[in-house]
């Protein structure tokens, strides 16, 4: 599933509006999935939680049968994180594909990343005549949990709380500088108030005798620039594509040394923009320029880390 970049087209089928109307509930129902020519009875709810208070269509969950995906596509596959448009326009759909763009970027900057897989979909609402056309949009797939720890020899980290002193110094630099890359500022390494273990869009895995920080869920980022998109009222900043960094104070060589790597990755980084299919020519200069903005910035390195030694938490 993961493994390829290639654009997978599915058909899901089913109760749709049903489905967005009681955003709220979190039941599965009956849905039927095409891909590659190959059907799949499977169950979908609705995820997520400030994009279903914020979004016409939410996120959803797609939960396979094992004995139902053989040895087609999603041979393997349990459930699955599908992100979707947030609401039917072409801004929204922009915003997806530059979400998008922003995993395929950290993929550039570590292999302990989320995985994604673009998908054209085709939704057929069940709930309404069979006559209506179909909506057809771009969205995407997140490699499991799972997956990543068995791809990466770790596991996923349950734990109430991080000590700086537990992580991979190289990852986390890595994740601080690429968030400050992005523009993101919608995550922390604390723990949220309605969650039970850390992090806030951030997960952690144990490798070996190391914690690694795995990012996720950029939608609020500079980058891709939502219209819901605020930034917290605390950080001082007017919008979002405004850069803050939000890393924790570590090693500055650690800094320095993420820096110059992702620096070095600039001209495959800037590559995966013109690369997402369907995303506009004005969305693609305008996300080139903004990450050209960080490497202009990155030019003088020393002055740049030092900024971000400054304002760590």
């Known amino acids: 599933m993961f493994e390829s970049d290639d654009v997978l087209s599915i058909e899901l089928t089913g109760p749709l509006s049903s489905l967005v109307k009681n955003k709220d509930n979190r039941e599965e129902r009956p849905f039927v999935l095409r891909a590659n020519g190959v059907e799949h009875q499977i169950k979908v709810r609705v995820r997520g939680k400030s994009r279903i208070r914020v979004c016409d269509f939410p996120p959803l969950r797609l939960n396979f049968s094992e004995k139902d995906t053989g040895q087609s596509v999603f041979a393997g596959q349990d459930k699955l994180k599908l992100v979707t448009v947030c609401n039917n326009s072409a801004y929204s759909q922009a915003d997806t594909l530059e979400e998008y763009a922003a995993y395929k970027i950290f993929n550039l900057i570590s292999d302990v990343s989320y995985r994604v897989r673009l998908v054209q979909m085709t939704y057929r609402d069940t709930d309404k005549n069979e006559s209506k056309e179909p909506i057809v949009r771009y969205n995407f797939l997140i490699e499991p949990a799972s997956e990543l720890a068995q791809r990466v020899g770790g596991e996923p980290a349950q734990v109430p709380g991080v000590n700086l002193s537990t992580l991979d110094k190289q990852q986390a630099a890595s994740v601080f500088v690429f968030q ?18 850390c992090c806030h869009n951030v997960d952690l895995y144990d490798i070996e005798s190391r914690r690694f920080v795995v990012p996720f869920d950029f939608d609020l980022a500079g980058l891709v620039n939502a219209k819901y998109a605020k930034p917290d009222p605390s950080f001082n900043i007017s919008k979002v594509t405004k850069r803050l960094y939000r890393g924790y104070c570590i090693s500055p060589e650690a800094l320095k040394d993420a820096t110059s790597a992702i620096t070095a990755e600039k001209g495959d980084i800037l590559a995966v923009i013109g690369q997402v299919p369907g995303l506009p020519d004005r969305n693609v200069k305008r996300t080139e320029k903004y990450l050209d903005r960080f490497f202009v910035q990155a030019n003088d390195a020393e002055k740049l880390v030092g900024s971000f030694e400054r304002k760590c938490l």
């Open 180 to 197: 400050y890359l992005i523009g993101n500022t919608d995550w922390s390494l604390a723990t949220g108030d309605d969650d039970d273990s």
